[in-house]
């Protein structure tokens, strides 16, 4: 079946600006993750939706960010006023979610490679 | 709050040699992941331990999760240029949630 399909692959903006990213998770998962990964740096956790749950907003770096996921699917992250340390590759990840050993395995989209001038 | 590290961060072997590297957690562990993120590419699961002193092998991967777990390690047989890539380890940090280690980047040299 179809994987964990992030949008726009690439985006160049300017510093200022607003950007949105798109995450669509793998059909049936519960669970959604938004990563940051700064080159050659390890994976930042930014917030993650589990179900109807409110989601865990405790990673997300500052108020300029954001992020919704819309009847329990598609997620859009949106950053607002962007700076240049906003650059980086931004990850979604999708999970079961439903409790058990293998439910929690995160599969991973190819990401989004964000360049702020 | 919970840190998970890893080390080394940095490894290059010749092809042929083998390869460890080290998760260190501060809090003891439900259980733990483990991924490779080839250059370019994007994290992919590799295993999940969950065991207190438990042992896994996928061909040339050996994981293991410590006694205490608190601490895991994956140890690579053999190292070929295909093992290139960043390996993370990941600890619970919530439900669901999970705290990546910093990674150990792998380079073999031909």
């Known amino acids: 079946g179809a994987g964990v399909s992030q949008s726009p692959s690439n985006k160049v903006t300017e510093k200022g600006k607003d950007v949105e990213l798109r995450c669509d998770p793998i059909?049936?998962?519960?669970?959604l993750y938004w990563y940051r990964q700064s080159l050659g740096q390890g994976l930042e956790f930014l917030i993650y939706?589990?179900?109807?749950?409110?989601?865990?907003k405790s990673g997300l770096p500052s108020d300029r960010f954001s992020a919704e996921r819309t009847g329990g699917s598609v997620s859009t992250l949106t950053i607002q006023r962007t700076q240049q340390e906003d650059s980086a590759v931004y990850l979604c990840?999708?999970?079961?979610?439903?409790?058990?050993?293998?439910?929690?395995?995160?599969?991973f989209g190819p990401g989004t490679r964000l360049t702020v001038l | 709050g919970q840190q998970v590290m890893q080390i080394p961060q940095y490894q290059h072997v010749q092809e042929g040699e083998d390869f460890t590297t080290y998760c260190n957690s501060s809090?003891?562990?439900?259980?733990i992941q483990w991924y490779k993120q080839r250059p370019g590419g994007h994290p992919v699961f590799l295993i999940q331990?969950?065991?207190?002193?438990e042992v896994k092998k996928q061909k040339r991967l050996t994981f293991q999760f410590g006694e205490a777990k608190k601490n895991s390690s994956l140890h690579i047989t053999a190292t070929q240029t295909t093992d290139v890539g960043t390996y993370f380890c990941?600890?619970?940090?919530?439900?669901?949630?999970?705290?990546f280690g910093t990674g150990t980047r792998l380079k073999v040299l031909a």
């Open positions: 990840a999708s999970s079961l979610g439903s409790g058990g050993r293998r439910s929690d395995t995160q599969y």
């Open positions: 059909s049936g998962h519960t669970a």
């Open positions: 939706f589990q179900g109807n749950s409110a989601p865990d």
């Open positions: 809090t003891t562990l439900s259980n």
């Open positions: 331990l969950v065991k207190s002193g």
């Open positions: 990941a600890a619970p940090g919530g439900t669901y949630k999970y705290i």
